[in-house]
């Protein structure tokens, strides 16, 4: 995540930078300070980079457009990223609204340069936004999703164990830590969507989670899963699982 903070006063840009860096630290964000604020170089940067970015902006900003209308261009390029106003302008906190910037606060300049009562601000936001951040990240967790009739199922990828095709059926058995489900699925249909790495698929019955794998005895053709499953695969079935093993090496 980039961090930006425009606003065109240098000292208060400056002591921005050491007061939100240290809160960002001091909360264990993971981020990288922009060096960019003026307005088109804030744009150029979030359009080559992805979001959601953190933006703390200058509500009157005397460059060719202000803090609102940034944060509107803005969010053409990063929908999800936190804007956060920091201005001595509380009278224009209705036109961020009508802007449909959605900011996710406003810190008042009046305690500017007092650290006692400006980074209590600062660290109330941040940490709404560290909630807010936390939120997005199980969202984007990756899942696999499939229709068998009337049932939905969406599963995420960490918790599947392995899949396994039901001979002489156009099903899938899906194991994951802690359920077993029976899908009307073929395997290859659900192969396709495992394709994070996480998956070892070249079995022509089996898609195996390889960090479900707790042990594999080549020579007897057994993989132990985390769950104590046993699979049992012939010798030259299993010498693929070798081969990509020694890939990795």
Request: with cysteine; glycine share 4%; charged share 25%.
């Amino acid at each position: 995540m980039k961090v930006f903070i425009s606003d065109d006063q240098e000292p208060q840009r400056l002591w921005l930078n050491d007061v939100i860096t240290k809160q960002l630290d001091d909360l264990n964000f993971d981020y990288e300070l922009a060096p960019a604020w003026q307005p088109a170089d804030v744009l150029a940067a979030v359009k080559a980079s992805r979001g959601p970015n953190l933006y703390f902006l200058d509500i009157v900003l005397q460059r060719e457009i202000n803090g609102i209308q940034l944060a509107s261009k803005i969010r053409d390029y990063d929908p999800d990223g936190f804007i956060v106003y920091v201005t001595v302008r509380d009278d224009m906190m209705p036109a961020t609204l009508d802007a449909m910037t959605t900011p996710t606060g406003f810190i008042s300049k009046a305690n500017m340069f007092d650290v006692v009562h400006f980074a209590p601000q600062v660290r109330q936001v941040l940490e709404v936004i560290k909630k807010r951040l936390n939120c997005l990240q199980r969202e984007m967790e990756p899942t696999l999703t499939i229709q068998s009739g009337a049932l939905l199922l969406t599963l995420k990828l960490k918790d599947i164990v392995y899949c396994e095709k039901v001979h002489g059926l156009r099903t899938t058995r899906i194991i994951t830590t802690d359920q077993a489900y029976v899908v009307h699925k073929n395997l290859n249909t659900i192969k396709a969507q495992l394709t994070n790495g996480r998956f070892f698929n070249e079995f022509q019955s089996y898609a195996l989670n390889l960090s479900m794998v707790v042990s594999v005895d080549f020579n007897k053709g057994v993989i132990r899963m985390i769950n104590g499953d046993r699979l049992t695969f012939s010798r030259g079935t299993i010498k693929k699982l070798r081969a990509y093993y020694q890939a990795q090496e």
